[in-house]
């Protein structure tokens, strides 16, 4: 009863909310129907329905090597490098940008920012190879003419995931910073006007007011990243490394494992079981760091 009388009570909420929570449903929760396949031995023949199921099988070809440990690791350590760099670098942008006393180029600036976010990883990952490749890289080309040995970056696995990670933070930073930035708009003028009155310079004020205040958003951004951190950027890894296996030590993540055992092994079943393994540990990833959040502070927990 309690429930019909708050969709009534807020009718309109909830109709402004209706075409998102048909996106989520027809896109995000009736496709999770497949993780079916992975206990099933597919059959294109008889669908998904239709084909026998065989319990855990399918997860065999996955735990039984190493492979599982090594993407595993691969996938948290460079989910981890992004989280913590993006949202440092993106939270002092915004801090640096709301300091710009000029209009025109403040907004000249953000834009400047914002502008990788718009750029397909394709693009990015032919701008990589022009300044990294051996032969005719730029970067190569700037150590040659200083005088320094030229360096086969794309034979070197232990540099990519500073690389990768400052790939990232170039394209995304942008993005993250314009949420911090309204998030400092809307902090109440009246705490700089009584930091002033007591004598506290800008860079105190940034200290000792603004940073703090961006403490919930901080860690809503963290969690929606955790929730995900157990989801390499397949369009990010596969468009820059692509089946280089020299670099798959530090780079292979499980959506690159899964999608290379999908295309070599033609089977959708054993593929689907990576997908099941990713898509539980994130579950559980982000159960366990809402909670941690909760203990700490409840009220910038998701729930």
Known sequence: MGFFREIRKNADLY???????????????????????AFKKYQLTNGIWGSPWVGFDNFKFFFQGHDWILVTFNTLFLNGLFIVFSLIISAGLAILLNEIRTKLFKKL????IFLPYFISWLVVSLMVFAILNTDNGLLNKFLESIGLMQIPWFQKSEVWPAILTIIYVWKFAGYYSVIFLASITGISSDYYEAAEIDGASRQQQIIYITIPLLQPVIIMLALLGVGRIFYGDFGMI???????????????????????????????????????????????????????????????SLF
């Open 238 to 300: 596969y468009g820059i490394i692509g089946d280089n296996g020299v670099l798959f030590p530090t780079t292979d993540v499980i959506d690159t494992y899964s999608f290379r055992a999908l295309r070599q092994l033609g089977n959708f079943s054993m593929s689907a079981a990576v997908v099941f393994y990713q898509s539980v540990m994130g579950l559980i990833c982000i159960l366990l760091f809402n909670g941690l959040v909760r203990k700490i502070d409840k009220d910038s």
């Open 109 to 112: 600036a953000q834009s400047i």
């Open 15 to 37: 109709l402004l909310a209706l075409p998102g929570l048909l996106f989520l449903i027809i896109f995000a929760y009736i496709p999770m129907s497949g993780h079916l396949l």
